[in-house]
């Protein structure tokens, strides 16, 4: 596709159930980040992929968290047994590697209820 | 690791400039950019630039860089209310490190 895509693009779930969340990153896109933009809270980085690297899972706020991104390209983050705290919208972004210009989704945003 | 800090909040008015300001912990920030977030959007790229200069213009935009100070500025020549945002400053120390952003200033342009 032309940008960056998202799915779904919103979601609302029950305290305690998972989610999966997607993200189609630009075709040719080696890097892969995943955001997460709270109210008041700026973008909070959660994980981010390289190429063939291990991804750097340093923002990742506690276990319940965790992505994959299968063949270098689409990638899922889920979170398992939700909590209200969870509520956010999440943005994943692509790049070229490197210091290249990193392009943004229109987000996820979960509601926890 | 690196800490990226903003103020929250920056009203003007119309056709004034507007100068939104950012601090950063780490020195070895080799890449400093400022995206753009419209309401009900995702970021977009407005500019950015490179620890080894210390002034980038583009039209109406200009990027100070005071690498002493690490700090650095993103000021909007003769503002509009398209210009009604959130600009977050980010920064990336390589190429293998994930970027890092601010809290995001919340840019208000008074008609």
């Known amino acids: 596709g032309a940008g960056v895509s998202q799915s779904p693009s919103n979601k609302v779930t029950e305290k305690g159930k998972d989610v999966e969340l997607r993200c189609d990153p630009i075709s040719g896109h080696t890097a892969l980040y995943w955001y997460r933009q709270s109210l008041g809270q700026g973008l909070e980085f959660l994980i981010y992929?390289?190429?063939?690297?291990?991804?750097?899972k340093s923002g990742l706020p506690s276990d319940r968290f965790s992505a994959e991104r299968t063949g270098g390209s689409v990638s899922t983050l889920t979170i398992q047994r939700t909590q209200q705290e969870d509520s956010a919208v999440y943005l994943c972004?692509?790049?070229?590697?490197?210091?290249?210009?990193?392009?943004f989704g229109q987000g996820t945003r979960l509601t926890v209820v | 690791g690196e800490d990226v800090e903003q103020s929250l909040f920056l009203s003007v008015r119309e056709g004034d400039s507007s100068v939104i300001n950012c601090t950063y912990t780490d020195s070895s920030s080799t890449y400093l950019y400022w995206y753009k977030q419209e309401p009900g959007a995702g970021l977009q790229l407005l500019t950015y630039?490179?620890?080894?200069?210390d002034m980038k213009q583009d039209q109406r935009l200009t990027v100070l860089l005071n690498k002493k100070d690490k700090h650095l500025s993103l000021r909007i020549a003769d503002t509009q209310t398209g210009d009604s945002a959130i600009y977050f400053c980010?920064?990336?120390?390589?190429?293998?490190?994930?970027?890092?952003f601010g809290k995001g200033t919340r840019l208000s342009v008074i008609a």
């Open positions: 630039i490179f620890s080894n200069m």
């Open positions: 972004a692509s790049s070229l590697g490197g210091q290249a210009e990193a392009f």
């Open positions: 992929f390289q190429g063939n690297s291990a991804p750097d």
């Open positions: 980010a920064g990336l120390r390589s190429g293998n490190t994930p970027l890092v």
